[in-house]
């Protein structure tokens, strides 16, 4: 196998996105395009992956790190013009060029390997991966001879009405001998529509100068999508969501609705695990066995272990273990822990705390800045005071602690084990374990008060 390299092109600004954010950092199911393309392109294993910027160089480099060299094309004059380029890392160097777009996430290694198969069986200097597209419109047409031989790519905006009926598009991803690409670029001009250098005239150039050009029809146009404006967003998210929520329920996971479902390419789900409609599953969280999530939770970066419930509540950032119960409307807020067997409840909130083995917090409570033992239990209203409105101060409940209805504990605080703090207290001193805390006023009544106004 000869050396391999990639071209990612990522400087056009995106204009028909009408949108601040660059057009290739858009997300599809929550990961920017671009980061798709490089990590399908990734998974292949090649020498060198150049990416060109543009528009908003600084924050795609950002997004797409070290993994990848970077070549900035300072004025967009065409995808031609982009791929010219790289010449400063690929020129003079041997071996086979893929050149993909930042804008179409949907593209598999899988189909990008068939391309490059399809590329040294049949000795080609380029070969097209295109697609059969039932409305091409805005897509570049294969040309083909009548000896159904590729000639060139005409765009849409250059096509005459005859070559606009052509339904085999170009997706935009090519495969070529790396030095014949360099040298058929210097001869790519200008003179179309839209006085852009275009890369598929590369493709004329070289089959004119006899060289064999060839063409892998990929049977999945969804694939290939370029997405160029917002409603082809959608449809890409439309399309990456089918095929990650499928993946999962091939692998044994129950997904109620998967058109209302929405699961990171980043995150993993145990088998018999249930995802009730409404539920949305960002970034890198893993997901065990048997649990239930949904309706309506939101979970993020977050460990959850087996058999755990979490319904109509957001997990943010923390791990929980196994068999935990939270929600409904409970909020889980980054750098927690809830350990095995606990119980949240409804309008309960945590942050930056530990949740013991055993632990209950079953209704409307806030426990933040805390490490809270196992077999605590927070009654309903019962509040850690972590902020003077300037710093933030740690609250500690050790094992078996009982903390009564609409208590504050001010933190600094310790309550020791097995301690029992009365409902409605204010806690400001450490409560030694084994003690009972009342800290509010005494109740007074005044008999017949009333009757005497
Ligand atoms: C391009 C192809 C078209 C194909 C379609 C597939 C050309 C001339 N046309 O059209 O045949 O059917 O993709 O989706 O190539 N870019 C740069 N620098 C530039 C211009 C573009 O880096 O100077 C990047 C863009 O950021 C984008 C990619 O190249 O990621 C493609 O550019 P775009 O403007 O989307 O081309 P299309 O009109 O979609
Ligand atoms: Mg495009």
Request: glycine share 10%; aromatic share 6%.
């Amino acid at each position: 196998m000869s050396n391999r390299y990639a071209v990612i092109l990522a400087a056009g600004q995106g204009t028909r996105m009408k949108s601040k954010l660059y057009k290739v950092l858009h997300p599809v199911c929550g990961k920017p395009m671009v980061q798709h393309v490089v990590d399908q392109v990734s998974s292949l294993g090649f020498e060198d992956k150049v990416a060109i910027v543009g528009f908003g160089a600084e924050v795609v480099q950002q997004q797409l790190g070290n993994d990848v060299s970077y070549v900035v094309q300072e004025e967009q004059l065409g995808t031609g013009h982009a791929v010219m380029q790289a010449a400063s890392i690929l020129e003079g160097k041997e071996g086979t060029t893929v050149v993909l777009c930042g804008d179409t996430p949907l593209l598999t290694a899988e189909t990008i390997d068939h391309l490059l198969t399809c590329h040294d069986k049949e000795k080609a200097k380029a070969t097209i991966l295109t697609a059969h597209a039932e409305d091409p419109t805005g897509y570049g047409r294969v040309i083909r001879n009548k000896d159904g031989l590729v000639e060139r790519i005409v765009e849409h905006k250059d096509a005459t009405e005859d070559e606009r009926s052509v339904k085999e598009i170009n997706t935009g991803t090519y495969c070529f001998d790396n030095a014949a690409l360099f040298e058929a670029l210097k001869k790519v001009g200008n003179d179309n529509v839209q006085g852009e250098y275009y890369l598929p005239d590369v493709i004329e150039i070289l089959q004119k100068s006899g060289e064999t050009i060839s063409a892998y029809q990929t049977p999945s146009f969804n694939e290939t999508l370029g997405v160029n404006d917002r409603v082809a967003l959608a449809e890409a998210e439309t399309i990456m969501k089918r095929r990650i929520n499928e993946h999962w329920m091939r692998q044994g996971v129950t997904i109620v609705d998967p058109n209302n479902t929405y699961i990171s390419t980043e995150s993993s789900i145990g088998q018999d695990t249930i995802l009730y409609p409404g539920t949305v599953i960002q970034g890198a969280t893993v997901i065990g066995e048997n649990c239930t999530i949904g309706p309506n939770s939101e979970l993020k970066d977050s460990t959850i272990g087996n058999d755990t419930t979490i319904r109509q509540s957001v997990v943010h950032d923390s791990e929980v273990g196994n068999n935990v119960a939270i929600g409904p409307f409970a909020h889980i807020r980054p750098d927690s822990t809830i350990s095995d067997d606990v119980r949240i409840g409804n309008f309960v909130e945590i942050k930056k705390a530990v949740m013991g083995p055993g632990s209950k917090a079953s209704h409307l409570s806030y426990i933040g800045d805390a490490e809270v033992g196992k077999d605590v239990n927070f009654s309903c209203g019962a509040v850690t005071v972590n902020y003077d409105g300037k710093n933030k101060f740690k609250t500690v409940i050790e094992d078996g602690a009982f903390i009564g209805c609409n208590a504050n504990l001010i933190a600094p605080v310790t309550v020791g084990k097995g301690a029992l703090v009365a409902a409605g207290s204010t806690i400001t001193d450490d409560v030694p374990g084994e003690a009972l805390s009342i800290a509010r006023a005494r109740q007074m009544n005044k008999p017949d008060y009333l009757k005497k106004q």
